[in-house]
């Protein structure tokens, strides 16, 4: 019922930025929050940063001050804009969207994953 599709990701030098996007459709009534997770090989999904539809934000502490979530609302799509990237922040990153469906009796929202796109830092 709910399609996204995640862009922006690849392979850039430590220092640089990369600004990621995700672009939700399908039924949607109501966007409740959207998110961006990472995991890195071996590690636990951790949450990166979130924004709720009222426009307010929370971020990993790793990110805090390098990293800014932004949405659009119109288009049903949040950004990522990374900056001062490292080589920790190697990971396949994941955007998480809280929605209610059209037509769904589902109460307190549902969320979708993407599929992921990768961000490599490296020399």
């Known amino acids: 019922q709910v399609q996204l599709v995640e862009s922006g990701g690849g392979l850039v030098q430590p220092g640089g930025s990369l600004r990621l996007s995700c672009a939700a459709s399908?039924?949607?009534?109501?966007?409740?929050?959207m998110g961006w997770y990472r995991q890195a090989p071996g590690k636990e999904r951790e949450r990166v940063a979130i924004?709720?539809?009222?426009?307010?934000?929370n971020y990993a502490d790793s990110v805090k001050g390098r990293f800014t979530i932004s949405r659009d609302n119109a288009k049903n799509t949040a950004y990522l804009q990374m900056n001062n990237l490292k080589p920790e922040d190697t990971a396949v990153y994941y955007c998480n969207v809280l929605v209610g469906v059209r037509g769904s009796a589902v109460g307190g929202g549902t969320e979708y994953w993407g599929k992921g796109t990768p961000v490599t830092v490296s020399s």
């Open positions: 399908g039924s949607i009534h109501i966007i409740y929050a």
């Open positions: 924004i709720s539809g009222g426009g307010s934000t």
